[in-house]
């Protein structure tokens, strides 16, 4: 079963109406729902976007996070996607903010659901980018940023970002045995 709660305890008033709301089940789902006007409050999946960027050398962009969750470890250059932006916009902005490059973005690399138990973005859209200006420099929610070599990776976060880094190995191995 899904550790996901659709109808948290933590949502007591309708956003609407002000009203306490009530748990009833909707669809498939208990949800809260306001018994004045009706509001069904659902548990949207938060949204992250990242882009996978290589260098010339075929080293990998990491940066280091000094932000919860997963605080000292490395992760792919990202961020959450607020309401009404595009994903591609805010992934370049993520990266020029995280590692002071600037990236232009190549195509989208996957699509990735985190598990439930796992902080942070429930599905991860990952772009491929490369890099077109700017200089290496960590900032914003992260404190050190650098191209790693894909034999010597640091300890890396997130299950969306070892998955795209499996991938990106298998890749490189078949084309070395090619
Ligand atoms: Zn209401």
């Known amino acids: 079963m899904s550790k996901i709660n659709s109808a948290p ?3 007591r008033f309708c956003v ?13 789902k208990m949800r809260k729902v ?18 996978l960027v290589i260098n010339e050398n075929g080293e990998v962009l990491l940066v280091r996070r000094t932000m919860r ?3 000292g470890r490395w992760s792919l250059p990202a961020g959450y996607l607020d309401q009404g932006e595009d994903p591609k916009v805010t992934a370049v902005r993520e990266v020029r903010e995280e590692t002071g490059l600037c990236v232009t973005i190549d195509g989208l690399l996957d699509v990735y659901h985190n598990p439930p138990e796992q ?17 290496l420099m960590a900032g914003d929610d992260a ?5 790693f070599n894909l034999d010597a990776l640091p300890d890396v976060a997130f299950a969306s970002t070892q998955a795209a880094i499996i991938a990106l190995q298998a890749a490189g191995d078949r084309r070395s045995q090619e």
């Open 143 to 147: 404190d050190a940023a650098a191209f």
């Open 119 to 135: 902080e942070g973005a429930s599905i991860f859209i990952l772009y491929r980018g490369h890099v077109i200006g700017g200089s």
């Open 69 to 71: 969750p997963e605080i």
């Open 16 to 28: 609407r109406c002000g009203t306490v709301v009530s748990t009833r089940l909707v669809g498939d």
């Open 34 to 51: 306001c018994p004045r006007c009706g509001f069904v409050h659902f548990t949207d999946p938060k949204v992250g976007v990242g882009v």
């Open 9 to 11: 305890d933590h949502v």
